[in-house]
């Protein structure tokens, strides 16, 4: 079993940026799908942002393209979320997730960070 930790959620004004960070138990995971997903209190989980670990293909919800990028570090095997001017509709639990090739849906969740950009 793949153990995702996120790190990096806070307090933060809108306008301002924060860097998540989701680190993965397993050196190996070159066969994974790993997203970024949030859920506000009281609304469905979204996915925000994925990215194929082998390749490096990434995906960005329409709501978030421009402001937030996606990188990784192979070595450490950790994934990153560079949100940058983020609003108050940001303000959610951001969990990290990751999905195996062939899997109807994401397999691997973190335990969540929190987000919460004031106005």
């Known amino acids: 079993q793949v153990q995702l930790v996120e790190s990096g959620g806070g307090l933060v004004q809108a306008g301002g940026s924060l860097r998540l960070s989701c680190a993965a138990s397993?050196?190996?995971?070159?066969?994974?799908?790993l997203a970024w997903f949030r859920q506000a209190p009281g609304q469905e989980r979204d996915l925000v942002a994925a990215?194929?670990?082998?390749?490096?293909?990434?995906y960005y919800a329409d709501s978030v393209k421009g402001r937030f990028t996606l990188s990784r570090d192979i070595v450490k095997n950790t994934l990153f979320l560079q949100m940058n001017t983020l609003k108050p509709d940001d303000t959610a639990v951001y969990y990290c997730?990751?999905?195996?090739?062939?899997?109807?849906?994401?397999?691997?969740w973190g335990q969540g960070t929190q987000v919460t950009v004031s106005q």
């Open positions: 397993r050196r190996t995971i070159s066969y994974l799908t």
């Open positions: 990215i194929s670990w082998s390749d490096g293909t990434t």
């Open positions: 997730a990751g999905k195996r090739r062939g899997s109807s849906g994401y397999d691997f």
